[in-house]
């Protein structure tokens, strides 16, 4: 075979493999494009765009498609092609589903269509002082013991993980840490059967304590039972429930979501900003009036899409007006605020939506904004810490809040999805 041939063949192959990537590619783009779920108002009309070469088909009767140039099509099976205008409209409310082809053989994905009643909400924008205690005693450790022989020993290692919640002391229950060093001391060198939560489950280890003094014993891990911090308040309803944050508690040393026994809301002063600058963040640095009558509301979930609860009080007493939740397919490219209490009082903050993430992986990074308002830019320098749960507004409705600040860029960050906070809310 000659040199020629190689070199044809070579091409021909290199040809060949870069048109299946560019194929997969496009195919991997358009599938992205399309919503893996979607939620409707009942009653309303939705738009999906839907990519030049794709096909949509509609199996249930209870949602209707109106096409231009396409009468007389049967409810049980619509076919649409995105060349025409198509306008779905919901009818009952329910699950249905649209499955999506492309060139009108070759599957792409199913969309999941929910139903729903129209919901208005009460936008937040407050600090919030949160103080959470955790559901058994959460260990964050293990470490070394020095005992009164001058040795050292790590009776948890490789038994006690970090992320584990200990639930009781030879059949004893545990609420907090003091408890359970008391617990530890009262049984001296006796050997101890500590119940554990794990991933759910539990289990029970057995342990030996370690003298370190007189009456004194220590069984080699580090544990924490509260945590407390600020933030800002989303959203609340007419039942005096409340959603906020836009993401979950998590342990700062374990990095895991911490599972909440009791927890509360309470009144908070912002001292003083740290503006965020390029690989600083910045914060919003206040007082916590930990007190029974400073209490907004009482803590009741702690998921990874917010905390939520239920408001202290009347609902009816607060200054936003309710506004139309507004879902993810609605929401458009460009001008948008945020309500944010940073000066000392809620305010409207101009900001801009860059990107829209419809299928993330991540839950509270479906949308990319940026600060464009000069007042906040000069007070914060875009988003700092605490800031999480400032609402974020788009035509009047509620679309979701913000979430976490790009550590390069203090004026830009993520957001999460509203409809993705109320998933979350029982």
């Known amino acids: 075979m000659t040199r020629k041939c190689i070199y044809r063949r070579l091409l021909i192959v290199v040809l060949l493999l870069g048109i299946m990537g560019l194929g997969t590619y496009e195919y991997l783009t358009i599938k992205k494009s399309i919503p893996d779920e979607i939620k409707m108002v009942k009653g309303s009309e939705q738009v999906l765009n839907f990519h030049p070469l794709t096909e949509a088909v509609v199996y249930e009767e209870s949602i209707e498609v109106l096409a231009e140039n ?28 649209i499955n999506c082809k492309l060139f009108g053989f070759i599957h792409l994905k199913s969309i999941k269509v929910d139903v729903v009643e129209n919901q208005y909400l009460i936008p ?25 022989d001058g040795l050292n020993y790590e009776p948890a290692y490789n038994i006690i993980k970090s992320g584990d919640y200990i639930l009781s002391v030879n059949s004893e ?41 007189v009456d004194e014993y220590k069984i080699g891990i580090w544990v924490r039972d509260n945590t407390q911090g600020i933030g800002t308040l989303t959203f609340m309803d007419t039942d005096g429930n409340f959603g906020a944050l836009g993401h979950g ?32 963040p910045g914060e919003l640095s206040g007082v916590i009036r930990y ?72 839950a509270n990074k479906g949308l990319v904004i940026k600060v464009t308002d000069p007042k906040l830019l000069e007070l914060t320098g875009g988003i700092v810490q605490g800031m999480s749960g400032s609402p974020i507004l788009q035509n009047g409705k509620l679309i ?9 860029d203090s004026t830009s960050g993520f957001g999460i999805f509203i409809e993705n906070m109320l998933e979350n809310q029982n």
């Open 173 to 213: 229950v545990v609420n907090n840490k003091k408890e359970l060093v008391e617990k530890v001391n009262n049984y001296g060198n006796e050997d101890l059967l500590l119940e554990v939560r794990r991933n759910n489950e539990i289990i029970k280890f057995s342990l030996k304590p370690v003298m370190i003094g």
């Open 124 to 148: 937040g924008g407050e600090p919030i002082g949160i103080y959470m205690e955790t559901d058994g005693v959460l260990v964050i450790g293990t470490g070394v013991v020095t005992a009164t």
């Open 70 to 97: 396409t009468p007389n099509i049967p409810n049980s099976e619509l076919h649409i092609s995105s060349s025409n205008t198509s306008v779905f409209l919901a009818c009952d409310k329910g699950s249905y589903s």
């Open 400 to 408: 979701g809040a913000v979430t976490h600040v790009f550590i390069q």
């Open 291 to 362: 007190d029974d009558k400073e209490i907004m509301g009482e803590i009741t979930q702690n998921t990874k899409s917010g905390i939520f609860g239920t408001i202290a009080g009347d609902t009816t007493d607060l200054s936003n007006e309710a506004v139309e939740v507004c879902y993810k397919q609605d929401i458009e490219i460009g001008a948008a605020t945020i309500l944010s209490s940073v000066s000392g009082s809620v305010q409207e903050y101009t900001v801009e939506i860059e990107e829209i993430n419809l299928n993330d992986n991540d």
């Open 249 to 280: 508690i998590n342990d700062v040393d374990t990095g895991e979501l911490m599972e909440l026994k009791t927890g509360q809301l309470y009144n908070t002063d912002i001292i003083y900003i740290v503006k965020g600058e390029k690989g600083s």
